[in-house]
């Protein structure tokens, strides 16, 4: 039997959307004693009848358990709770899995030691569903003795629980970069499979083709990566001079078909500088110079 099958440490939850109660859920499944509180009640309905205690109010349900897991839909809803649990909160763990940016991260780290808690601040890269499962994937950031003492407790949230660091901020930083890379490969696809649309070849049809690309895309972002640490930028994928002529010919597909070419036309004017600024035989990744520094 792990140590993880002996925690029965109770555990509170604060925010009963989808992601909270997915979470109060697998508490619950887990063997903890789960103390649930939402702002709008009936949505504790489900979790009392699968044995939850439903606490009258945000402080009480803060008082009733040595971890506290704050999720709600974002910093505003954080701090409107926060408000209202402080004097309930010395000696607690306070993870809060509520998305946001590291400096409200930082905030509510500050706010928690003048309450005598020790903070947690995590990401979630999973879907509620995933929660539980070998596919849930937290990142969590803050002190590493809370984190230790918590931990096992916390695994059973995801198969990926991840500590990154001592700064409560750095979760939130992994957490916003991950989502970025997602966002702005996810709008690429759609320009993509509009572009294979318009040529009336299904989407479906294409897919494989791209998914195929980026299982074999693991040495060039990791030579990327190499690049950007090193200041030193082999052409990886070609020299930027022959990336800008294959830009014009990409710019012009996308504009025969009708599609929006404004992120496709400041990635040319990256490259077009970079090039003017006489690295034309650096590889991609030496936008990154150019990138960091907007204005110069
Ligand atoms: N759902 C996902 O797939 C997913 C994935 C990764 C991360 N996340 C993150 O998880 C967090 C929660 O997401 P969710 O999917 O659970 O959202 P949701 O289903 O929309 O639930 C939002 C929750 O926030 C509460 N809330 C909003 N404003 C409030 C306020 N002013 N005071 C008190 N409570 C307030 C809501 O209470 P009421 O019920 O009273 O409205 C509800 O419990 C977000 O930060 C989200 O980015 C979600």
């Given at each position: 039997m792990s140590a993880a099958d002996n925690d029965r440490t109770p555990v509170t939850v604060l925010g009963l959307g989808a992601m909270g109660t997915a979470l109060a859920t697998t508490f619950l499944e887990n063997g903890h004693p789960t103390t649930v509180w939402n702002?709008?009640?009936?949505?504790?309905e489900e979790l009392v009848a699968k044995g939850a205690v439903r606490a009258a109010s945000a402080p009480d349900a803060a008082a009733a358990s040595p971890l506290v897991v704050l999720c709600v839909l974002d910093h505003h809803a954080v701090s409107e709770i926060l408000d209202t649990v402080g004097d309930a909160l010395p000696g607690r763990v306070l993870v809060n899995?509520?998305?946001?940016t590291p400096a409200q991260a930082r905030a509510a780290a500050r706010w928690a030691a003048e309450h005598g808690a020790d903070y947690l601040d995590g990401g979630i890269l999973a879907d509620p569903q995933d929660?539980?499962?070998?596919n849930g994937f937290l990142l969590y950031s803050g002190p590493q003795d809370a984190f230790e003492t918590r931990e096992a407790t916390l695994k059973a949230l995801g198969g990926v629980t991840t500590y990154i660091g001592t700064d409560a901020g750095q979760a939130a930083v992994y957490f916003m970069a991950l989502i970025g890379v997602g966002y702005e490969t996810w709008i690429s696809y759609l320009h993509t499979l509009a572009l294979v649309g318009a040529e009336n070849i299904k989407a479906t049809t294409f897919a494989p083709f791209v998914t195929g690309m980026f299982s074999g895309m693991n040495e060039l972002l990791t030579a990327m990566a190499r690049a950007t640490d090193d200041g030193y930028y082999p052409p990886?994928?070609?020299?930027l001079g022959v990336h800008a002529a294959l830009m014009d010919d990409l710019i012009a597909t996308r504009q025969a078909s009708g599609i929006d070419v404004e992120r496709l036309e400041h990635v040319k004017s990256l490259i077009d500088r970079r090039v003017a600024e006489g690295?034309?035989?650096?590889?991609?990744?030496?936008?990154i110079e150019t990138i960091g520094n907007p204005s110069t």
């Amino acid at each position: 039997m792990s140590a993880a099958d002996n925690d029965r440490t109770p555990v509170t939850v604060l925010g009963l959307g989808a992601m909270g109660t997915a979470l109060a859920t697998t508490f619950l499944e887990n063997g903890h004693p789960t103390t649930v509180w939402n702002r709008s009640t009936d949505k504790a309905e489900e979790l009392v009848a699968k044995g939850a205690v439903r606490a009258a109010s945000a402080p009480d349900a803060a008082a009733a358990s040595p971890l506290v897991v704050l999720c709600v839909l974002d910093h505003h809803a954080v701090s409107e709770i926060l408000d209202t649990v402080g004097d309930a909160l010395p000696g607690r763990v306070l993870v809060n899995l509520t998305s946001g940016t590291p400096a409200q991260a930082r905030a509510a780290a500050r706010w928690a030691a003048e309450h005598g808690a020790d903070y947690l601040d995590g990401g979630i890269l999973a879907d509620p569903q995933d929660i539980g499962t070998s596919n849930g994937f937290l990142l969590y950031s803050g002190p590493q003795d809370a984190f230790e003492t918590r931990e096992a407790t916390l695994k059973a949230l995801g198969g990926v629980t991840t500590y990154i660091g001592t700064d409560a901020g750095q979760a939130a930083v992994y957490f916003m970069a991950l989502i970025g890379v997602g966002y702005e490969t996810w709008i690429s696809y759609l320009h993509t499979l509009a572009l294979v649309g318009a040529e009336n070849i299904k989407a479906t049809t294409f897919a494989p083709f791209v998914t195929g690309m980026f299982s074999g895309m693991n040495e060039l972002l990791t030579a990327m990566a190499r690049a950007t640490d090193d200041g030193y930028y082999p052409p990886d994928a070609g020299p930027l001079g022959v990336h800008a002529a294959l830009m014009d010919d990409l710019i012009a597909t996308r504009q025969a078909s009708g599609i929006d070419v404004e992120r496709l036309e400041h990635v040319k004017s990256l490259i077009d500088r970079r090039v003017a600024e006489g690295h034309g035989a650096d590889g991609f990744s030496s936008l990154i110079e150019t990138i960091g520094n907007p204005s110069t």
